[in-house]
């Protein structure tokens, strides 16, 4: 039998295939995988494994709610399923079509300091290009326009990272309590006190500690430890970023200084990102 057969003839009795309850709607490179993987750990969690791109990618939103339910993993009455899709932050039409499928559904973002995640994107797909053996832009190249010497905000990685052009969308639909912002930074240096925010917002006792987690000098992460298992996150995650020259890195900070300010007081929160 093909998994998908195979689950569906013998999943636990008293299990079903159930609507999230939780998704982390974004940021694309802001560690939306550890997260999700991380909050995995909790027993009353159960994780959709894959992105969804329901509601984002028209031709599966066509294919209709029974269809989504059907992409869950199975889980007991007093699990939450949580589903993960990055891309949901930036596309327009995603928070009015999650509210028509509950609009009281608690949503996380996961936010990073604006400048390290254009890095962090333009290494994806710069690896990305690599593997098909297509050679690529210097980033400097794409950041700056060449004409003005300032920051190219046509350049799709800058223009992600201006979060509150897209929060703003989100707040039109949700309300802010519904909404728990997870520091994609912190995430990376404690995820326990991170993921301690996020049993609390889902209404879960607080089972994750340090002993789920060690410290893996080679990868430079912390990975996950249940038991005698060992698992860091796929090598996708957690690349050195290209050398990038400071007076860019500078222009960058300055760029997104205000667009961060205005985040903040929409928020109601402020990071250190400078
Ligand atoms: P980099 O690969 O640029 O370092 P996403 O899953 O949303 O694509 O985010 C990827 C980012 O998650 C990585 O960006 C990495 O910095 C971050 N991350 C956070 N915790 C991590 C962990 N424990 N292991 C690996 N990467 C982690």
């Known amino acids: 039998l093909e998994q998908d057969q195979f689950s569906e003839k013998f ?28 909050i995995g750990l909790h027993p009353q969690v159960q994780n959709a494994e894959h992105e969804m791109h329901f509601f984002d990618e028209d031709e599966k939103y066509n294919l209709g709610l029974e269809w989504y339910r059907k992409q869950m993993p199975y889980s007991y009455p007093e699990q939450i399923t949580v589903e993960k899709s990055p891309r949901y932050f930036i596309t327009e039409k995603v928070p009015e079509r999650i509210s028509i499928m509950n609009s009281t559904i608690k949503l996380i973002v996961v936010l990073r300091n604006p400048t390290t995640r254009v890095l962090s994107d333009y290494t994806q797909v710069y690896y990305n290009k690599l593997a098909k053996g297509v050679t690529f832009q210097k ?21 992600i990272s201006i979060y509150h052009h897209h929060f703003e969308r989100w707040l039109r639909v949700f309300k802010r309590e519904q909404i728990l912002i997870v520091d994609g930074d912190n995430l990376i240096l404690d995820p326990v006190s991170e993921i301690k925010h996020v049993e609390s917002f889902l209404g879960l006792e607080h089972y994750i500690t340090q002993d789920n987690f060690y410290f893996n000098k080679t990868r430079g992460f912390f990975c996950k430890k249940q038991g005698s298992m060992e698992k860091c996150l796929g090598a996708t995650k957690g690349r050195p970023h290209p050398g990038t020259h400071p007076s860019v890195i ?19 929160r402020t990071f250190k990102w400078s």
Do not use: S, W
Request: hydrophobic fraction near 35%; aromatic fraction near 12%.
């Open 139 to 159: 980033i400097e190249e794409l950041v700056i326009d060449p004409y003005t010497g300032e920051i190219n905000t046509d350049y799709k990685a800058v223009r």
């Open 250 to 268: 500078r222009k960058l900070n300055k760029f997104f200084k205000p667009h961060n300010e205005k985040l903040f007081k929409m928020i109601n």
């Open 11 to 38: 999943h636990p009795v008293g299990t079903k295939r159930r609507f999230p309850q939780c998704i982390i709607f974004g940021v694309r490179k802001c560690g939306t995988r550890a997260l999700l993987e991380f």
